[in-house]
């Protein structure tokens, strides 16, 4: 079979039921809400919820024998083509819930690779996509055969595509040692990248946090970067790099990461795993948050979960509350008092956002008075150019200059700082 465009199988709107069982382990509704934007994002109208209380989820069903007739009733009154249950559901309950409502029935998982499937650009994307769905799919082959008809287009079918899913398990599995082998590689050079840039001494500052928290616009609004920005859940999956000067004069690669989610399957964590660790090895990690969003508390604490598990104790965190301009007069105490509140989209609250982010970089600049000869012209250019001018004054005996610099420029103007501005001869006047 012919696939189809993604352009063209975004636009084709699937009608949707939604199943949530309610076990206690977490605030149903406000999954199910979460589980409705994803939906949304992936192309269907959701037109029914359905939530069951149970002490455990049955094991053939899922859901009680009563309940799933009513959904078999539901799809027929409504035209509904797709069940989407939020939890994950095995390749038997699968099978039984399909049998039962003559419905396509995907789980929460399948729904969030769907939509990583669709926003995944870049060829490591798309690598670490396709893995993700094959280690997901291949146990729950189990009594589907080859044919695999459930698979026949829409929601939850799109990424390694038709052909992959239906060849037998041995290829599968050849598959995924095959895009293992390659993310190593990936993986390789990525760690290359990381070394190099601590070798050439380059801060890197993360923008981490929930989907659809004003990552890419915070981005867009810091840098230029041009990075997409929709009002869509994972409307970024590919990591953006940009350069950010601060105002202390340091230049800083402002990177910006794939969103989080509640539950985030950890088949997508532990594919994506090299990406995010752009975000664990940063020297400084920006935990936006979007302040006008109810569960706004609860966001900030699904990213710092994820962060500990990426381990990333030991980085130093700032909490950005982004949107202020919805959300005037509403307080986050759960933030701490180190957040900074900020509007992406109108500018409010960016400068004191760079400072804060400028305090947090290791202290490796140093304010310092020098004179240099006329002769050094490129070296007053370099200093200006790193560094954070106060004053720069020329006269009879050469360029007077006040300026905040990095360490290693500090050794080039040593020979022209003032008498009382030698290294070491007053600690006291160093600056971060």
Not at 252 to 270: A, C, N, Y
């Amino acid at each position: 079979m012919e696939k189809q465009p993604m352009e063209t199988m975004m636009q084709q709107r699937e009608t949707a039921l939604l199943v949530s069982v309610d076990t206690g382990e977490f605030d149903a509704e406000i999954s199910l809400d979460e589980l409705e934007d994803l939906a949304s994002t992936a192309g269907a109208d959701v037109l029914v919820r359905v939530t069951q209380k149970r002490e455990s989820p049955d094991k053939a069903t899922c859901i009680g024998a009563g309940r799933l007739g009513e959904i078999a009733g539901l799809c027929d009154a409504h035209d509904i083509d797709l069940i989407i249950f939020d939890r994950e559901l095995t390749a038997t309950q699968l099978r039984n819930l399909e049998e039962a409502t003559g419905r396509r029935v995907i789980d929460r998982t399948t729904l969030i690779l769907d939509i990583f499937a669709g926003r995944a650009r870049s060829a490591e994307g798309r690598l670490q996509v396709e893995l993700a769905q094959l280690q997901y799919m291949l146990p729950r082959l189990a009594g589907q055969g080859t044919a695999l008809s459930r698979l026949g287009g829409g929601i939850g079918t799109r990424g390694p595509g038709e052909t992959k899913l239906e060849s037998d398990r041995r290829h599968i599995r050849r598959r995924i040692d095959s895009l293992k082998r390659q993310l190593r590689d990936v993986e390789r050079q990525r760690q290359m990248r990381r070394s190099r840039r601590k070798k050439e001494g380059i801060r890197t500052v993360a923008l981490v946090g929930y989907t659809n928290a004003g990552k890419s616009t915070l981005m867009n609004a810091l840098t230029d970067a041009g990075v997409l920005a929709e009002d869509k859940l994972f409307a970024t999956l590919d990591p953006t790099a940009r350069s950010l000067r601060l105002p202390d004069g340091r230049q800083v690669l402002l990177i910006d990461t794939v969103g989080f989610v509640r539950r985030l399957p950890h088949h997508l964590v532990d594919a994506f795993r090299s990406t995010l660790e752009e975000a664990a090895e940063a020297d400084v990690i920006l935990n936006i948050c979007d302040l006008s969003s109810p569960d706004a508390a609860e966001h900030l604490q699904v990213t710092r979960s994820l962060l500990d598990n990426l381990g990333c104790g030991d980085r130093p965190v700032i909490p950005v509350l982004n949107k202020c301009d919805k959300a005037e007069g509403i307080l986050l105490p759960e933030a701490g008092r180190s957040a900074v509140r900020i509007s992406a989209a109108t500018g409010d609250g960016l400068p004191a956002l760079l400072d804060a982010v400028a305090a947090a970089l290791p202290p490796d600049r140093r304010r310092v008075h020098m004179l240099l000869p006329f002769t050094e012209g490129a070296l007053a250019e370099q200093c200006r150019r790193e560094g954070a001018v106060e004053r720069d004054e020329y006269t009879p005996d050469g360029v007077r200059m006040t300026a905040t610099i990095g360490l290693r420029l500090l050794k080039a103007v040593e020979p022209y700082l003032l008498p009382d501005e030698k290294p070491g001869e007053n600690p006291g006047r160093s600056n971060a």
